[in-house]
Structures are given as C-alpha cells and as structure tokens.
Nanobody
Framework: QVQLVESGGGLVLPGGSLRLSCAAS????????MGWYRQAPGKQRELVAT???????RYTDSVQGRFTISRDNAKNTVYLQMNSLKPEDTAVYYC??????????????WGQGTQVTVSS
C-alpha cells in the first residue's frame, strides 16, 4: 500500500504565498512523475504542474511564473510553492504520483486534497 499525505493549504490574501507539500509512504520502490492538480467548485480537475524524476517541470499557462514545483526524491515528497496568489487559484489541490511498488506494480496514487482559498 502507498499513502500520499498533503499539507500546507489554507486561507491567504490575494498576492500572498503558500507552500504545499505531499509526502508518500509505504511499499515504494521508485516514483516517476509527480504532479499537482486542482479542482475549483463546479469545474473539472485540472493539471497545475508536473515534475519528472530527473527534475524537468511543466506548468499550466495560468500559473507559469507564479508557481514552482519541486521534489525531494530521498523523502518521496513533492512541493508546490505558490506566489502572487489570485482569487481564481482558489480550489482543492491534489498531489499525484506515479509509483512503482516493491511488489513491482505501477500505479497512480492521489493525495486526499488540501483546500487553498485566496480571498480578502
């Protein structure tokens, strides 16, 4: 079994910053891509950012230049530094990891979600 636990969400003023973390634990052999998704009320879940095991990153256009995704392979953890937050960034944020388990099974795993609210 693999568990992903997120932390770092909350309420922040427009223009503020938050840092999300997501740590994986369990029967992990290796982790390939890691990513962050978000889902706003009444909208579909959308990809925010991804980072490969080698450190290559991609961002959706709306967060480019404001958000930074990073990972610590030794800690099986992915981070999302969010700066210059806007009200439209309000959503539940989910982490996602492509995990190869010690049982040699490949699967995608999701965190439980953490609420980010940007409001004055």
């Amino acid at each position: 079994q693999v568990q992903l636990v997120e932390s770092g969400g909350g309420l922040v003023l427009p223009g503020g910053s938050l840092r999300l973390s997501c740590a994986a634990s369990g029967s992990i052999f290796s982790i390939n891509a890691m990513g962050w998704y978000r889902q706003a009320p009444g909208k579909q879940r959308e990809l925010v950012a991804t980072v490969t095991r080698g450190g290559s990153t991609r961002y959706t256009d709306s967060v480019q230049g404001r958000f930074t995704i990073s990972r610590d392979n030794a800690k099986n953890t992915v981070y999302l530094q969010m700066n210059s937050l806007k009200p439209e960034d309000t959503a539940v944020y989910y982490c996602n990891m492509g995990v190869l388990t010690i049982e040699w099974r490949q699967a995608d795993y999701w965190g439980q979600g953490t609420q980010v609210t940007v409001s004055s």
